[in-house]
């Protein structure tokens, strides 16, 4: 990537992460709210410094899709999914889970508010999504048709057939030899899934047809598995102070990993393919899709 | 309840039952999908034996607000409300929680499945009420304003301001003296606000009014508080054979309970005083409210 367009994403994905964690500050109720350790507790996970890439690409596909249109008038959705992103975050966390005690530097949530509460702040964020999505005065420009769809392609990534197949799928494969085709399984839900959604919702709710829901979908698929592949390999030699978490756990762990499986080397050569995919797949949208095109080629270099 | 009502009122939730498990069995996916087994988890806590109150309240309320109607259209909605009803079940028992081995006579799930499995299958279950609620080719009369409004309804019932709400006050107040004030907040907020949830989602998809959803909204307030009223009295001198888990559970525990705070007497009073008011709210609906006006005096004559 070249120094400007270097420039022009960090700007990107900065005025977005402005609008967006303005946008979740006020969906939140404040921690004085009774009973306030629910509140502070959802605060606590959600306010962690996340780069937002969830809502940003749902903004950002919105863009692409209908690029005149005020994207702030979508940021209940955008949001709604930054909230299922830390539900999940808590709940895989959790001592029956991945059991682990620091993300992005801070304590996780049952290591400071305890168990029951980590799950009930889980529950809470993911039930506050869908009331979010649900809540038609907030964005008076999207039929409720289309409301209704994005709620749909949220639940679908979520669920049983998403991303709660993939964290099961990935806890009974811990320790086992593992293959490729059940490790693309657990990556494809556990991650892609949620970011395909993201942009198909952005999609959706500006009316894209068919054709820019597929070629936007199908960006998603591909740049979900590439950020889950560069995921692992900042697990393995990533700077754990600049990612704020211990690096190599997954390998302690017998968790199954790209990097894992193939070695560093593949897993390098598959993220960049994956990358290429991706571009290739919106190659037919015109320059209101450079935000994606410059988010995907960050995936294989970022380092936090 | 003369013998003839009783009757009338066992055949009328046979009917609905029967409506309710078959609509929940064709909704869930079966136990050979991948991974298998987040779906026997799913189906271990769904088909337990539930008398499926949450509902029939929602048949039985958008009955009494358009009586013609086939209410089986409004099938899907009210599985989403068991599902949500069976998830926070599942999340309840969790050793985190209130650590219970047995529900209605069988293993929790955590039990069967392992503390991992039992929290994603209730995030599962929370997800998928939500995916059946956006459905909208299962609901076809239904406009897709009153699903958003639906929706809406049900995640203010479930979230942080709700159940969930309702949940973190009850753990807090384990073990401490307590008052009335405190056990009225986790009352309305643990139980009455999904059974008030459920009767405004009959009532609001078949397009109640203003005055019908005020009647349903207060009779759901007031037999959703007698419901756990009567609960908590079972809790003390129930049948624990009949109930399929340990009597007693909330005095070793240090519950917050109406008995436990009033006595046994003054708490089945105040039930009976609540079923009064239930009644009264919806005085002005014609018979086709009958069904939750027979619902309402069961309540404080369940054994189970």
């Known amino acids: 990537m070249t120094a400007r367009a270097a420039t022009a994403l960090e700007t990107y994905l900065f005025e977005k992460k402005r609008l967006i964690d303005e946008a979740l500050e006020r969906c939140l109720p404040d921690e004085r709210t009774y009973p306030p350790v629910i509140f502070q507790a959802c605060r606590h996970s959600l306010f962690a410094g996340g780069k937002r890439l969830r809502p940003i690409l749902c903004l950002a596909a919105a863009e692409a899709t209908e690029g005149n249109a005020e994207a702030s008038s979508l940021l209940p959705a955008a949001c709604a999914l930054e909230l299922i992103h830390t539900y999940s975050l808590i709940h895989d966390d959790l001592p029956a889970m991945d059991n682990d005690d620091y993300r992005r530097g801070r304590p996780t949530s049952h290591r400071v508010f305890g168990e029951d509460i980590a799950i009930l702040a ?30 749909r ?68 698929d591909h740049i979900g598995l590439a950020f889950q592949i560069a995921d692992d390999i900042l697990n393995v030699e990533g700077d754990s102070a600049l990612l704020g978490k211990k690096t190599g756990s997954d390998a302690c762990r017998g968790k199954l990993t790209y990097p894992g499986l193939l070695g560093l080397e593949a897993a390098r050569l598959r993220a960049s393919e994956l990358v290429e995919l991706a571009l290739a797949a919106i190659e037919n949208l015109d320059d209101r899709a450079d935000p994606l095109r410059m988010i995907a080629r960050y995936i294989k270099e970022r380092k936090t």
């Open 153 to 220: 392609t949220v639940a679908e990534a979520a669920g049983y057939l998403g991303m709660v197949g993939g964290q099961v799928a990935d806890i009974k494969a811990e320790g086992t030899a593992g293959d490729l085709e059940t490790l693309l399984y657990i990556h494809t839900r556990k991650t892609a899934s949620l970011i395909r959604a993201s942009l198909r919702v952005g999609a959706l709710l500006r009316g894209a047809g068919p054709d820019g829901l597929s070629a936007l979908s199908t960006y998603g």
């Open 122 to 151: 889980g529950d809470a964020l993911l039930t506050e999504a869908f009331h979010l999505m649900a809540r038609r005065e907030l964005m008076r420009d999207v039929p409720p048709e289309r409301l209704l769809e994005a709620i």
